[in-house]
């Protein structure tokens, strides 16, 4: 017993501790589990929480969607409540969404300004947004912004970037997608550039499901587009797709675009001078705009019935009509229909007698005309398109690109898999031809990246040109037709006044002013004539030249020698152009700069070879010209056509200008990459 007890002593104070140990560790782990579970259980309820507001938001995004086609206000609140859950959780891409169907509603209502507000918000929002959806729909709405305030080409540019977003992350074929297609459509409708408006309108049918309800919106909205691209050429197929449209229309309650449905259906009766049927169709119309509560919509009810009052002869009852719905438009800054509703409004004031403010809507016409189909926006829509064509040309070689780095590294690993079954020297071989074949792949690829950069290049100075060219057949013509016929009408007067007054024609102040003004005369048809030679196009540039080098010679007493040799074939009217502008724009610096009393100018092409040659023997040409924006933007001419320009100057004897080009039997240049010496 007593060696018993010797020995638990002995062990007693080791046995003890880790007993007393192994119960306190035992006390604090299941004293953790138990907070451990108490959080998981919070956290749960959290994420539940969490789970089920996410639900209650896309309910809300889907209900107000529904919403927006015929009760706007009500849309408005719903997105409100939704935006106030979300504000707890603070996601982003949720807002993106909520502020894009937001601004939408406030579009529809003509707050354009708040519209604009709303989405600078989600533009901000944008950076922390990955859901291709979501940045879509910012752009989609940003795009119909734009579009109905009439900036044409920002529309487009959203658009494209919207489908560009969605193509990246392989959702090309979404019925987002198709939305933006349809509007695209919509927006080139409005331009009446028809081809691209059936382009994307093609697209977009090709996305719909015809057999899914959720599709029906966006495919009432197709139907719309093509019937209205049908209405000039062929108005019974326009009727039965715009026919189909409102069945959807009614079937899914979307009284907005039911209207527009209607308006147009009754256009096609006034055409066909179905009056009784077209009244119809506008008591309809009436109806569903009034359940839209739209104001769009009641401009277009407004234009349109003053528009058949108008086609029935009754312009007094048309223009009250007119004038809300262009008072309505100018406030609501909604273009779609503005230019429209001007062309009718000074009809109604000419057919009643009103000429002053007839005069008044038609200079107005004729603005907003030239805005929409001649002038910048047009050109800009164009530079648009190309800018995307290009960027879109320039990501697919970065893209062919990086694809050739990959397979290079395949291809790396592929031959060090060699090395174990072909051996070293086999290796070696593998490898070197390998490298060389990706030096070959990736010189190739950054040369297709350089072209591609060549052409975007080419393609801004051509747009450039174009306009320069558009620009002086403007002025041109706005010479001739305008300044020109008031000189006219100027010259009876002071002709009819020499009858009149007694002792006016013989008078020497009277002839000296008669002189000037026949003088003047002379030189504003000049400066038109230079500004677009017509003669140019007529009869070939040797005539041009022959009677442009006279009309220096008339005006400036400079002795000119104008030679041309062989007969030159048939040339495009932009090379044309240009080489009658490059012989004006050096003759006239030489005119200005040189103070030459003799002028040499040769055209001569042999061998498919055409050379222009402008000698003077006057001072040598200023440092400030040779290096200015004249001779630059010459260069530059003359670099796109792929030629090559030598100026050489030599002192007491004058200044040569040589311009050479490679022309082939078809009469075109040969492009620059062919000849740049």
């Not at 996410?54 to 529904?66: D, E, H, R």
């Not at 277009?300 to 058949?308: D, E, H, P, V």
């Not at 879109?392 to 780095?405: C, H, T």
């Not at 001072?619 to 670099?639: I, Q």
Request: hydrophobic share 40%.
């Amino acid at each position: 017993m007593g060696s018993f007890l010797k020995k638990y002593n002995r062990w007693g104070y080791i046995i003890l501790p880790v007993l007393l140990c192994c119960i306190a560790t035992g006390i604090f782990l299941v004293t953790r589990k138990s907070s451990t579970l108490e959080k998981e259980k919070t956290t749960g309820n959290k994420t539940t929480t969490y789970l089920n507001d996410s639900i209650t938001i896309g309910k809300t995004i889907t209900l107000a969607t529904q919403k927006l086609q015929y009760d706007t206000d009500t849309a408005i609140q719903i997105i409100n409540k939704a935006r106030q859950i979300n504000l707890q959780y603070g996601n982003n891409e949720t807002e993106v969404r909520l502020l894009s169907i937001l601004a939408a509603c406030y579009i529809r209502k003509s707050n354009l300004a708040y519209s604009q507000s709303i989405l600078d918000t989600a533009f901000k929002k944008l950076v922390a947004v990955k859901s291709p959806n979501a940045i879509a729909m910012l752009y989609n709405a940003s795009a119909v912004l734009y579009q109905q305030n009439g900036q044409y080409a920002k529309s487009i540019f959203n658009y494209f970037e919207g489908i560009d977003c969605l193509k990246k992350a392989a959702k090309g074929e979404s019925i987002n997608a198709a939305k933006m297609y349809n509007n695209l459509a919509g927006l080139f409708i409005l331009l009446e550039q028809w081809d691209q408006a059936q382009k994307y309108l093609n697209e977009a049918k090709r996305i719909i499901n015809l057999n899914n309800n959720s599709d029906k919106l966006v495919l009432a909205y197709v139907l719309c587009n093509s019937g209205l691209i049908h209405m000039k050429e062929n108005p019974a197929t326009a009727a039965t797709e715009l026919n189909k449209a409102l069945a959807l229309c009614k079937e899914i309650n979307d009284p907005y675009l039911s209207t527009k449905i209607l308006i147009n259906l009754a256009n096609i009766n006034l055409a066909e001078r179905d009056f009784d049927k077209a009244g119809f169709m506008m008591e309809q119309a009436k109806a569903a705009a009034i359940k839209s509560k739209n104001p769009i919509a009641n401009i277009l009810i407004n234009y349109m019935q003053g528009n058949a009052l108008l086609a029935q002869k009754q312009a007094n009852k048309a223009l009250p009509y007119l004038s809300t719905a262009y008072n309505q438009s100018m406030q609501a800054k909604y273009n779609d229909v503005l230019l429209e509703i001007t062309h009718d409004l000074q009809q109604a004031y000419r057919s009643t007698g009103n000429y002053k403010e007839a005069y008044t809507a038609l200079q107005q016409y004729d603005h907003l005309k030239e805005e929409k189909q001649v002038t910048e926006k047009k050109r800009t829509l164009d530079l648009v398109i190309q800018y995307q064509t290009a960027e879109k040309d320039r990501q697919l070689a970065q893209s062919q690109l990086e694809i050739s780095r990959q397979q290079n590294r395949i291809n790396i690993k592929n031959i060090w898999i060699g090395i174990f079954i072909a051996g070293t020297v086999l290796l070696i071989v593998l490898f070197v031809l390998v490298i060389i074949y990706n030096r070959n792949r990736q010189r190739l690829q950054l040369e297709e990246l350089k072209t591609t950069r060549q052409q975007h290049d080419i393609a801004h100075l051509t747009a450039a040109f174009n306009g320069e060219e558009r620009e002086r057949a403007r002025i041109s013509h706005d010479i001739h037709d305008g300044v020109m016929s008031t000189f006219a009408i100027v010259k009876m007067k002071i002709k009819k006044l020499e009858k009149e007054v007694a002792g006016l024609g013989p008078h020497p102040g009277y002839q000296d002013a008669l002189y000037l003004f026949d003088k003047a005369t002379d030189e504003l048809r000049m400066t038109a004539h230079n500004l677009m030679p017509d003669l140019l196009l007529d009869s070939g540039l040797q005539k041009a030249l022959y009677y442009f080098v006279q009309g220096i010679k008339e005006n400036t007493g400079i002795d000119i020698t104008y030679e041309t040799t062989g007969q030159l074939p048939e040339l495009s009217q932009d090379f044309l152009l240009f080489l009658y502008r490059a012989v004006q724009e050096l003759v006239q610096n030489t005119i200005k700069h040189a103070n030459a009393s003799h002028i040499i100018i040769q055209l001569i092409y042999g061998n498919e070879v055409l050379n222009v040659t402008v000698e003077d023997n006057g001072k040598p040409v200023p440092g400030s010209f040779r290096e200015g924006m004249g001779l630059k933007s010459l260069r530059n001419r003359v670099k796109l056509y792929g030629g090559q320009i030598n100026i050489l100057t030599r002192l007491n004897t004058g200044t040569s200008v040589t311009l050479d080009f490679l022309m082939p039997i078809n009469g075109k240049p040969y492009a620059h990459n062919h000849y740049d010496n």
